[in-house]
């Protein structure tokens, strides 16, 4: 799943080339990406008809574009899930097999358009009324490390408060959003933290440490063009990141660990996989780990 840094680069490439543009017409060739709007596929096309885009913003995970007044409109809400695209095309540009939903824009250069991709359809889109400064849908998502109104000290306090491993804790969203286990993996292997730690057992230090890395690992990952394993992936022109390339811990189980050699474990989490090195990031004093595989 798109975690913050490909989100972000998708928000930059939709503030670069739609904001401005006026919606001329909108065409829904699957009801699924827009289920949760109230009026359904025809209902969000006439909700978004004659409507101007006028920013790009992102919380987390979500993006959402203001319409008509930055503060006060309403919002295209979305969530690219598993393999969401937001691509601006030309409009004479052949359609992709997974083409969702399709936006005329009039207002933007060479006559581009704005199309929903995705091939999985666990993504959406809606239309959050009155949601242009914040989308009350997503109120409840935290901030992430990269907003410049990221509570550092709030959020230590809080992690030192719970009993949950420190990786399920990164992965809350109401805790700190944007964090997904590709960078879980990657901040607690720079930090040399297992993941099953639980957040009470950790100093302060740490985890202002371990936060510290998160941060850092995203803004590494967002200068590269975010992480793509496969061409799911993409920026709003179609292309890939190549973060993956700076991997030190997420998808090298048997590599062997970019300090000590050690080879990268895998072990099963929460239908996915976590990959730690054993040596740097020793399992924590009883501690149920799956064994790996």
Known sequence: MPELPEVEVVRAGLERHVVGARIAAVDVLHDRPVRRHAGGASGFAADLTGRRIVGARRRGKYLWLPLDDPDTGDAILAHLGMSGQMLVQPVDAPAERHLRVRFALTGTEHGR?????????????????????????????????????????????????????????????????????????????????????????????????????????????????GTSFDALYVNVNGESGYFDRS????????????????????????????YFCPRCQPVPRRATLTRAR
């Open 113 to 225: 358009e704005l199309r929903f991709v995705d091939q999985r359809m666990f993504g959406g889109l809606s239309v959050s009324v009155g949601g242009a400064h914040l989308p009350p849908e997503i109120a409840h998502i935290a901030r992430d490390p990269l907003d410049p109104d990221f509570d550092d000290a709030a959020f230590v306090a809080r992690l030192r408060t719970r009993t949950s491993a420190v990786k399920r804790l990164l992965l809350d969203q109401t805790l700190i959003s944007g964090v997904g286990n590709i960078y879980a993996d990657e901040a607690l292997w720079r930090a040399g933290i297992h993941g099953e730690r639980p957040g009470e057992r950790l100093t302060r230090q740490q985890a202002v440490t371990l936060l510290g890395h998160a941060r850092d690992v995203m803004r590494a990952a967002l200068a590269q063009g």
């Open 247 to 274: 991997l030190h811990a997420y998808g090298r189980e048997g590599e062997p660990c970019d300090r000590c050699a050690r080879p990268i474990r895998r072990v099963a989490f929460m239908n996915r996989s976590s």
